[in-house]
C-alpha cells in the first residue's frame, strides 16, 4: 500500500468482494494512511475518494474500528474528519479531545448539533475558531459552559464576559472556573460570592480595592444607619461573642434589607468575609470592623492573624461605597456588567490580581500589632 498505488487493485477488490473483504480493506487502509505521515496532497485526495467509498460498505464494527483508526492521524482533510466523526461512535468524545487540529467546517458542524456532551467536548478544545464559538455561546447548556469557563484559549471580552458572568450566576461549577482565571474580573461574580470558596471570596473583594463603583441604591438605607456606627459595632460584637447568630440574621435583615435567608448565611459564615462585606458598607473602619471579625470568625490558630490582617488590609483599600454596590448586587438592584465600563474597571492590574503572599510579605507592622491587641481583648472577653 505504499504510497497507495495501484487504486484500481482496490476498487476491484470493492467490486468482487462481500462485506468481509470490505472491512479487512477499510481497516488496513486507515491503518496505513495513518502509519504514512505527511501524505502529499494528491494521495489525501485518492485516499479519500477510497475511504469514501469503503466506509458505506463495511459492517459497523469495522467503520468504528477503522474511524478509530483514521482519527490518530495529524492530516485529515475535512471530508475526511467528516467520516470519522460520522463513524467512530461512542469514540467521539476522546476524538474531539485528543485530535491535532479540527479543521473549521468540522468544528462549525458539530457546534450545530447542539449535543451537550458533544458540544462540551469541542468547547474544551484550544484552537476553536470565533464561528465556532459564537455558536456554542448560543447553546443553552450547563455542560457546554462549564467547559467555555474553564477553557482558558478563551479571552472572556465582549459578549463572551457577558454570557460567563451570567452563567456564574446560575452555576456555582462556573463560579468556581472563572475565580480561578486571571484574565476574568472576579468583582463579577459578586451574586455567586456565598457559593464560592473561602480563598475565591476574598478575591471577590479584592476584585474591588482601589475600584470606582457605579451608585449603590442601597446607600440612601446606608446613610439612615451610618450615624450609629458604634451603636452597631457594639452590637454585633455583644451577639457574636455570645453565639446568638439567629438575633445577628434579624439584626442585619433590618438594617440591610437583604431577605432573612442571605442574611443567615451571612451571620453563620464563620470566614468573616460575607460579613466584611456588609461591615465596610455600612462604613465601619478597620478599628472597629476588626473587632467583630474576632467575634465571628473561627479560623485554625495558625490561619487567625493571616486572616485578620487580610481584612485589615482590606478595610483600607476597599471603600464603603464598593462594599454598598456589593451589597446592591446581592439585592439584585443594579447590573454587574456595568464594572466593565472603562471608568470603573480596576486602577491596576496588579492592584486587582495581587497574590495573597505577596500582600504578606510586605505587611505593614503597625498591622501585626493592630490584630494581636484585638486578639488579646477578644481573649480576655471570651474569657
Not at 55 to 70: D, H, S, V
Request: overall charge neutral; some cysteine; proline content about 4%.
Amino acid at each position: 500500500m505504499l504510497g497507495f498505488q495501484p487504486y484500481e487493485t482496490f476498487q476491484l477488490l470493492i467490486e468482487s468482494g462481500g462485506t468481509d473483504r470490505a472491512n479487512t480493506l477499510l481497516v488496513a487502509a486507515c491503518d496505513a494512511y495513518v502509519r504514512r505521515g505527511q501524505p502529499h496532497a494528491l494521495e489525501v485526495q485518492q485516499f479519500q475518494e477510497l475511504a469514501t467509498r469503503l466506509f458505506p460498505t463495511a459492517a459497523p464494527a469495522a467503520r468504528r474500528k477503522a474511524a478509530g483508526t483514521l482519527g490518530r492521524s495529524e492530516h485529515l482533510s475535512p471530508a475526511l474528519e467528516r467520516l470519522v466523526v460520522e463513524n467512530i461512535g461512542e469514540d467521539l468524545i476522546m476524538f474531539l479531545e485528543e485530535a491535532p487540529a479540527l479543521s473549521d467546517e468540522t468544528m462549525v458542524g458539530l457546534a450545530g448539533t447542539a449535543d451537550a456532551d458533544v458540544c462540551a467536548a469541542l468547547a474544551r478544545r484550544g484552537d476553536l475558531s470565533n464561528v465556532a464559538l459564537a455558536k456554542l455561546f448560543q447553546l443553552n447548556s450547563r455542560k457546554v459552559y462549564r467547559s467555555l469557563a474553564a477553557n482558558r484559549s478563551i479571552r472572556p471580552r465582549g459578549p463572551y464576559l457577558n454570557a460567563l458572568a451570567r452563567s456564574a450566576q446560575m452555576d456555582h461549577k462556573v463560579a468556581a472556573s472563572l475565580a480561578v482565571r486571571s484574565d476574568f474580573d472576579t468583582g463579577l461574580l459578586a451574586p455567586a460570592f456565598f457559593d464560592l470558596e473561602e480563598e475565591h471570596r476574598i478575591k471577590v473583594i479584592e476584585a474591588f480595592a482601589l475600584r470606582k463603583t457605579p451608585d449603590a441604591p442601597i446607600k440612601r438605607t446606608i446613610e439612615q444607619v451610618s450615624v450609629a456606627k458604634e451603636e452597631l459595632t457594639r452590637a454585633l460584637m455583644k451577639l457574636f461573642s455570645e453565639n446568638r447568630r439567629p438575633e445577628v440574621t434579624r439584626l442585619l435583615h433590618q438594617i440591610s434589607g437583604l431577605d432573612e435567608i442571605r442574611c443567615g448565611q451571612i451571620a453563620h459564615d464563620v470566614s468573616g468575609g460575607a460579613l466584611f462585606v456588609v461591615l465596610r458598607a455600612f462604613g465601619l473602619t478597620s478599628q472597629d470592623g476588626l473587632k467583630v471579625l474576632i467575634h465571628a470568625t473561627s479560623h485554625e490558630e495558625t490561619d487567625r492573624s493571616g486572616a485578620l490582617a487580610t481584612y485589615a488590609r482590606l478595610f483600607q483599600n476597599v471603600s464603603p461605597d464598593a462594599m454598598a454596590f456589593m451589597l446592591s448586587a446581592w439585592r439584585g438592584e443594579v447590573n454587574l456588567l456595568d464594572l466593565s465600563k472603562p471608568q470603573y474597571r480596576p486602577f491596576s492590574e496588579e492592584v486587582s490580581q495581587r497574590p495573597a503572599a505577596a500582600g504578606a510579605s510586605t505587611r505593614d507592622p503597625a498591622i501585626d500589632h493592630a490584630v494581636s491587641a484585638l486578639e488579646r481583648i477578644g481573649a480576655r472577653r471570651a474569657s
